[in-house]
């Protein structure tokens, strides 16, 4: 309804300085902005001021602010409209309005104009106080349905600043709001242990944009909170903000403010670490898709246990896998097309006598490392769509990655559970082990110390599938009361496949006895082993000869 040139807004329970106008009015009309931003005061409830405004007067003198700067822009750039004045053509040009009924709906009115805004200047010129409650406060009585409007709005945002290509500075913004709505979370009193739950799992996907912006956290205690979301240990998370809603309770008012805001090393180790826009669009674009997901995939335990209990078989499918069905070769498996029919043959597939495992990142990045998660993000971009063209949603799939237990994940603190529920598999059961003449299953560990006996089979390290039909057959005349444990790469799924329709249970298993290494290694990286073919390591495939007389008397059979 406004007929001015310009437009400012004030909040009902705070106030102007009494030059506010004219400070603002002079400043626009002088440099012609889009806007300008003011410097302002906060004050005690009852209005009395703090000593010093929020922008330091000495440093921030004023300026031209720009959406490149990342250093000065992003700070003076604060959510409020109150301590601005809007040029009111500049409004209508945008054709802007607040969006009604959510929390945030001045951060989200005032970001968009900045992202599209070509003149924007600040003053140091103090003109708005900011009263700040204390035993009323809002950050003590949020609500879950605040939470989820305030879930809304930073969508909103974030979504603005990645669509007009700003994710860059937006790094400097969610910093600050990152804090901001985090400790709201910790101070509230109105929410629920269950409520709690519910806001940590809507806004997972906001804190979990630490870790891909890479934004370093104020305080340990806050990394720890941060770190407990993203593994989704909501428990724990709430441990964690118990033990700091009850420090904050003790704290004055100004250093409890003083936590929440990122200070000037967190911006410097911010614009240190340097982040990958194209990256984050292609994650955010997969995450949207893969919500609606109706494709079924078997977590790790879940997997083992269905193994364990109804002596399944499983055929494994990975990116190499894929490569061949579309006619790619791999390093050390060329094409072939009669692997690749048999391996569209098993993954189309809708029976049940073998498990089909397939890649769980096909329905959401959890808990990778960030050499993991930017290999996947990267290939499930180009892939994904192909791999729903041959997953049925009436299956339910294992995940292929229940031999790949250690290395890919940032949180391996259940590593050695699951190797222990392998483990279990073959206790006490005579075991058959077809593997590549370098692979050396459980050698050097304890991997098969809980056999009843172990035989093995030796084929090709690379193009194993050249003899498929000499494995094939030997393998049958084993008894079916024995495991089969099968580590020949796209081969070994397509053997444990053809074994299972035979009665057989064959478990394809590549990598998990170098992932056991590496385990029990501690490794912080993949590594070469010595004397084991470590096909993902440069340099893998050279290894020494082994002289273990034990390993040397399980050969049963040497297929070349």
């Excluded at 989820?148 to 969508?155: E, L």
């Excluded at 995450?287 to 997901?293: D, G, T």
């Excluded at 050249?466 to 020949?488: G, M, P, Q, T, V």
């Excluded at 590496?518 to 004397?531: C, D, F, M």
Aim: proline share 2%; net charge neutral; glycine share 4%.
């Amino acid at each position: 309804m406004a007929t001015g040139k310009y437009i400012m807004f004030l909040d009902s329970d705070d106030f102007f300085n009494p030059t506010a106008c004219e400070n603002l009015y002079n400043c626009i009309e002088k440099t012609n902005a889009d806007y300008v931003i003011g410097n302002y005061t906060n004050t005690n409830e009852d209005g009395t001021k703090w000593k010093n405004p929020v922008f330091d007067k000495e440093k921030y003198l004023g300026f031209k602010l720009s959406i490149k700067d990342y250093t000065n822009s992003f700070y003076i750039m604060n959510s409020g409209v109150w301590n601005k004045i809007f040029r009111k053509s500049f409004l209508d040009e945008l054709n802007i309005r607040f969006v009604e009924k959510l929390p945030a709906e001045d951060a989200i009115f005032t970001t968009y104009c900045f992202i599209h805004s070509k003149n924007v200047y600040y003053t140091p010129e103090v003109v708005y106080n900011y009263r700040l409650r204390d035993s009323n406060s809002i950050s003590t009585h949020c609500s879950k349905s605040y939470f989820f409007g305030i879930n809304k709005a930073y969508r909103i945002i974030y979504d603005n600043f990645r669509e007009s290509n700003n994710l860059e500075y937006y790094r400097y913004y969610y910093a600050k709001s990152m804090n901001y709505i985090l400790y709201r979370f910790v101070d509230t009193d109105l929410l629920t242990k269950e409520e709690r739950i519910e806001v940590l799992e809507k806004m997972k996907w906001f804190y979990m944009l630490s870790y891909d912006l890479k934004i370093p956290t104020i305080l340990k205690p806050v990394q720890y909170i941060i770190e407990s979301i993203v593994m989704k240990d909501y428990p724990q998370t709430l441990r964690y903000c118990e033990m700091l809603n009850q420090i904050r309770k003790i704290l004055p008012k100004e250093l409890r403010e003083k936590m929440s805001k990122p200070s000037a090393s967190t911006y410097k180790e911010i614009e240190s670490k340097k982040m990958d826009p194209e990256i984050v669009n292609k994650k955010e674009i997969l995450l949207k898709e893969m919500e609606n997901s109706k494709i079924k995939i078997l977590n790790i335990e879940n997997s083992i246990n269905k193994i364990i209990t109804e002596r399944k078989s499983i055929a494994r499918f990975g990116d190499g896998e894929l490569d061949i069905i579309l006619g790619k070769d791999l390093d050390f498996q060329p094409y072939n097309k009669e692997l690749s029919h048999k391996l569209e043959e098993a993954l189309r597939s809708k029976q049940d006598f073998c498990l089909i495992g397939i890649p769980d990142v096909i329905n959401e990045f959890y808990n990778l490392t960030e050499e993991s998660e930017i290999f996947w993000i990267k290939n499930m971009d180009k892939t994904r769509k192909i791999w729903l063209k041959y997953i049925n949603e009436d299956m339910e799939y294992a995940t292929a990655n229940l031999t790949r237990l250690y290395i890919r994940y940032q949180d391996k603190s259940n590593t050695g559970k699951y190797f222990s529920m392998l483990k279990q598999i073959w206790k006490n059961r005579n075991v058959i082990i077809c593997e590549g003449e370098q692979t050396r299953v459980g050698v050097g560990n304890d991997l098969l110390s809980k056999c009843k006996s172990v035989k093995r089979i030796i084929c090709p390290s690379e193009d194993a599938f050249s003899k498929y039909d000499a494995i094939f057959e030997r393998l049958k005349k084993e008894s079916k009361e024995n495991l089969i444990i099968l580590a020949l790469g796209p081969t070994a799924t397509v053997l444990a496949y053809d074994l299972a329709k035979e009665g057989y249970q064959a478990l394809d298993m590549g990598h998990f006895d170098i992932e056991y290494e590496w385990y029990k290694r501690s490794a912080k990286k993949r590594e070469k082993i010595a004397n084991k073919y470590t096909n993902e390591v440069s340099g893998g495939n050279i290894t020494n000869n082994v002289y273990d007389q034990k390993y040397l008397s399980e050969i049963v059979e040497n297929i070349e």
